[in-house]
């Protein structure tokens, strides 16, 4: 009886779910140029196809000429970049799927290309590190806060059935929320999380007012950062709901709150995971992720880690009380585009291991 929770339908706004199952963004670096290809809208249209209830696709890059690391990391403006996105929009209606781009900015976290002058709160690439660049001016915010509500309304025009800020991971705006890497003293600044959160909800009210009152907004929060997986933004429940209800106030309509392993509790005291917390704390929907239906974890899938499928009878309990409200998948889907299918006709003899393998192929 369980499983009936995670295929029971999900509505938010103009949003309508047929399950509780989201394609958790995974960056893929299969786009030439920047421009999603047809190998790109088929391998979303596949995971339509199975039912899964909303696609979050991979990062894809604002108009800021460093809001990417990665020549091969699909943007998000741009005739010929925005034309492909319309192809991938309607792959996937067409296939019956629900769809939201992540739009995203890297800030100063290091990859492959440098593909212009780095935007960074205060110059650092991680805590305690030196400056390295000069922190982003007032007119840099502002030009930024606008790229990604441009991109939002973009969004929207090509049909997009939401979206999604990055938030997490410590890229731009979790290098706005993270002391160690925002430093300021303005308004974009300060000694609390509430003060650092001014620049995600600047960027939550531009993007409201660029989509209207009934289009889903998501953000996507982490308390782990690439440069450092222990560290947290909040470490009391007073403090999260200091840092996530402003952004509720400005505009986010539901929290992707990621974890490395979605059944550790977030706070000593409480069973909670980061996802219950922020429903809890904001009443706000959420999104649960980290590890789900593996064994293992994805940090160590890039050291060449396999995973095991794994039960989710655990999730399924967790999700049918009401802990969160929707269920963020993705290396599982990554390997396995029938996963939710599979799932949900109990062919659990079916489902298969994740293997590093998987993170070089478009399948």
Same mark, same amino acid.
């Given at each position: ?50 039912? &899964? ?31 492909? $996105? ?68 973009? #969004? ?30 303005? #308004? ?18 531009? &993007? ?34 200091? $840092? ?5 106030? #400005? ?11 979605? $059944? ?11 996802? *219950? ?25 890039? *050291?060449?880690? *396999? ?31 029938? $996963? ?24």
């Amino acid at each position: 009886m369980a499983l009936d929770a995670l295929f029971k339908p999900f509505e938010f706004k103009s949003l309508k779910l047929p399950n509780r199952v989201v394609m958790a963004p995974m960056t893929r670096s299969f786009s030439p140029g920047g421009v999603a290809t047809d190998d790109v809208a088929a391998y979303y249209r596949r995971r339509a196809e199975n039912q &899964v209830g909303l696609i979050i696709t991979e990062g894809t890059g604002v108009a800021r000429d460093a809001s990417l690391n990665d020549a091969n990391i699909p943007r998000f403006h741009g005739e010929k970049e925005l034309a492909a $996105w319309k192809k991938v929009v309607d792959e996937t209606h067409a296939a019956g799927g629900l769809i939201a781009p992540q739009l995203w900015h890297v800030g100063s976290a290091k990859g492959k290309d440098v593909l212009g002058k780095i935007d960074s709160p205060s110059g650092l690439s991680k805590a305690g590190g030196a400056p390295f660049t000069e922190p982003m001016t007032d007119a840099e915010i502002a030009d930024t806060i606008q790229a990604f509500a441009t991109a939002a309304a973009d #969004a929207k025009r090509l049909g997009f059935d939401a979206i999604e800020l990055h938030g997490a991971h410590g890229y731009l705006i979790d290098q706005f929320f993270w002391e160690g890497t925002n430093v300021r003293g303005d #308004a974009f600044g300060g000694p609390t999380i509430a003060a650092r959160a001014n620049f995600a909800a600047e960027i939550l009210k531009a &993007v409201r007012a660029a989509v209207g009152p009934d289009f889903p907004v998501i953000i996507r929060l982490s308390q782990w950062k690439q440069q450092d997986y222990a560290v947290k933004n909040a470490t009391t429940p007073q403090e999260l709901e200091a $840092w996530l209800q402003p952004l509720a106030d #400005a505009g986010a309509d539901i929290f992707h709150c990621s974890q490395r392993r979605f $059944w550790e509790p977030e706070f000593e005291g409480s069973d909670l995971n980061f996802a *219950g917390w922020a429903k809890k704390l904001t009443g706000a929907p959420t999104i649960t992720v980290g590890s789900v239906g593996l064994s293992g974890e994805f940090i160590a899938a890039f *050291g060449g880690e *396999g995973s095991q499928p794994a039960s989710i009878d655990g999730l399924l309990e967790r999700l049918e009380r009401g802990e969160f409200d929707l269920v963020g998948v993705g290396r599982v889907l990554l390997q396995d585009p029938e $996963w939710v299918v599979k799932i949900r006709e109990g062919r659990t003899e079916e489902l298969k291991s994740f293997e590093r393998a998987a993170l070089g192929v478009l399948y």
